[in-house]
């Protein structure tokens, strides 16, 4: 595999870097679905849309996109939020020497009891953040605002409870590989001519409503949480407009945790990827999505199905996403 950019490509993504100047909104996005609406793009999704890739499965491999949670596994701790933690409740040994249901030794000898808790953040693992998660000034999207929905239990608006079952036309934009790449290099900023041109290379569309996922090919760090956390490649903000705005995308996913690449592209933002998706546009991500078996086999359309954690009031949960592949279309059309 050849590990260096080719060159009109890296040409071309110097010139989008000088022309394409990063600008922020001003405010939160006001969602076109009404006031009350808290998923914003999620209401692209239609009985219709659902149908029409469902229609296209071919029932062969399916592909599980979610990644494993074990102690020492990759997680943010940057602000301090808690490590992956499982520990036992409930062994059979200690059953027989607790007896905590009072079933008596020979019972307990009889019927091993292994039980076990888990402790984790919400934005660990394979999961999905929810419009919640990032705000301006106060606000998240629609106006809702921290003063009058926040409380001691959660979000009151916006939280990952109102995140429906998800059930879309699936795109894989393999940048690493349209590169002749198997990762991109530490720090790298994906732009909107990055994916164009995997597109093209691909043969593949996008279309209004589907779910994106771009692979950076970071995944093959995962089990070392250092090198997976350190300095990885992610989304600029030409390439997240292009896909929201160009390309329609209902939500964004990646195989990296940060998502966006840093340091940020703006003075007066440290997440502008985040929030200019969240806030302004209503589009969920998805982090931590494992992408290199889809990568392998070269599937870069497929039907997307997964559901998150209907966690009352949090800004995020972990999502179990599935890909199954479709027969082609015309032109890669999914609607």
Do not use: C
Request: hydrophobic share 40%.
């Amino acid at each position: 595999m050849n590990h260096s950019f080719k060159l009109p490509s890296l040409l071309l993504a110097i010139a989008m870097s000088l022309t394409d100047t990063p600008a922020l909104a001003d405010a939160v996005g006001t969602s076109p679905w009404g006031p009350d609406d808290e998923i914003g793009r999620l209401n692209l999704m239609t009985e219709q849309s659902r149908a029409a890739i469902l229609s296209r499965v071919t029932g062969g491999e399916s592909y599980d996109l979610s990644v494993e949670y074990f102690i020492g596994m990759p997680s943010w701790q940057a602000a301090g939020d808690p490590h992956y933690r499982i520990w036992m409740t409930h062994t059979p040994h200690g059953t027989q020497i607790d007896d905590p249901l009072h079933q008596g030794n020979t019972m307990n000898a009889h019927v091993s009891y292994t039980g076990a808790a888990i402790s984790m953040y919400t934005h660990m693992g394979t999961h999905i953040d929810a419009l919640n998660h990032f705000g301006l000034d106060g606000k998240i999207w629609n106006g809702f605002s921290a003063e009058d929905y926040l409380g001691d239990r959660g979000w009151h608006k916006g939280g990952a409870e109102n995140i429906p079952p998800i059930i879309a036309r699936g795109v894989l934009i393999d940048v690493a590989a349209s590169k002749g790449l198997n990762a991109l290099p530490d720090g790298y900023r994906v732009t909107k001519v990055d994916l164009v041109e995997a597109l093209k290379q691909q043969r593949v569309e996008l279309k209004q409503g589907d779910v994106v996922l771009i692979r950076t090919g970071r995944m093959q760090q995962y089990d070392n949480a250092q090198a997976y956390m350190t300095n990885p490649p992610g989304l600029g903000l030409s390439a997240a407009r292009y896909l929201v705005e160009e390309g329609g995308a209902m939500i964004v996913g990646a195989d990296n945790l940060s998502f966006e690449s840093f340091p940020p592209e703006v003075d007066d933002n440290y997440v502008p990827v985040h929030t200019y998706l969240l806030a302004e546009q209503g589009t969920p991500i998805i982090e931590l999505v494992n992408l290199e078996d889809l990568a392998r086999d070269k599937v870069y359309e497929f039907a997307f199905i997964g559901s998150s954690l209907k966690l009352r009031g949090a800004d995020g949960a972990p999502i179990r996403p599935l890909a199954l592949p479709v027969r082609q279309s015309q032109r890669g059309a999914a609607q």
